[in-house]
């Protein structure tokens, strides 16, 4: 099993930045790709980024530019760089990663990011 927590989400204004942490634990070894969803209200969940074990990344086009993904494998946290946030950047943000053991995807219990215009 792998266990995922968030961390860093908050309300801030457009334009400002946030950081978002994902600790991963259990058998982390098992890790292959990491990534970044949201979710907002009424809506369904959708990839922001994603980042395999070999730094290779993929972004949304709504976030290019301003989000950056990266994992630190050694402390087994990967993180979000959101810069010039807008309100509809607002939405919880999951974080999600694939593995060699089943159910072969963990997800973590999410953070509320609020971009107040």
């Known amino acids: 099993q792998v266990r995922l927590v968030e961390s860093g989400g908050g309300l801030v204004q457009a334009g400002e930045s946030l950081r978002l942490s994902c600790a991963a634990s259990?058998?982390?070894?098992?890790?292959?790709?990491m990534g970044w969803y949201r979710q907002a209200p009424g809506k369904q969940r959708n990839l922001v980024a994603t980042?395999?074990?070999?730094?290779?990344?993929v972004y949304a086009d709504s976030v290019k530019g301003r989000f950056t993904i990266s994992r630190d494998n050694a402390k087994n946290t990967m993180y979000l760089q959101m810069n010039s946030l807008k309100p509809e950047d607002t939405a919880v943000y999951y974080c999600?990663?694939?593995?060699?053991?089943?159910?072969?995807?963990?997800w973590g219990q999410g953070t509320q990011v609020t971009v107040s215009s």
């Open positions: 259990g058998s982390t070894g098992s890790i292959t790709a």
């Open positions: 980042i395999t074990t070999t730094g290779r990344t």
């Open positions: 999600n990663a694939n593995s060699k053991v089943v159910p072969f995807s963990f």
